[in-house]
């Protein structure tokens, strides 16, 4: 099977009251369990806000470094899943299910094969 990327975007700025956020929480778990249970489901995590971010930059033959995430924009991604499926489209439909938990967009991309060690 081959492994899927699934990033959710979410916008700038704080979260959302826990009235609003703990029930999309329990959907999203919900999702996950459905992933484990059916075999799909390899990793997820959230990750802390963009202003936590470091940016490195190679430069010839060392690196600099920036603070902030590489882009400016509106949203940034919040977290994200790897999953395994039969084709793209089995994958997008898990996708379709964890954007319709969390209620934002997510992206579905395929990983490439390999592995670097």
């Keep these: 099977m081959k492994q899927y990327l699934l990033s ?3 916008p700038d700025g ?4 826990p009235e609003v956020l703990d029930p999309i929480m329990r959907d999203v778990e919900a999702v996950n369990q459905q992933m484990g249970e059916a075999g799909a489901w390899v ?16 430069r010839g033959a ?11 924009g509106k949203e ?4 994200f899943t790897v999953i395994r499926a039969d084709d793209f489209d ?3 439909e898990w996708g379709r ?21």
């Design 8 to 10: 959710i975007y979410q």
């Design 14 to 17: 704080e979260p959302p009251a």
């Design 43 to 58: 990793f997820a995590a959230g990750l802390h806000p963009p202003d936590t971010a470091v940016v490195a930059r190679g």
């Design 62 to 72: 060392g690196a600099i470094t920036t603070d902030g995430p590489y882009l400016e």
């Design 76 to 79: 940034h991604i919040g977290g």
């Design 90 to 92: 089995a994958a997008l």
């Design 97 to 117: 299910k964890l954007a319709a938990a969390t209620t934002l967009p997510v992206e579905v991309r395929p990983m490439q094969d390999g592995s670097c060690g």
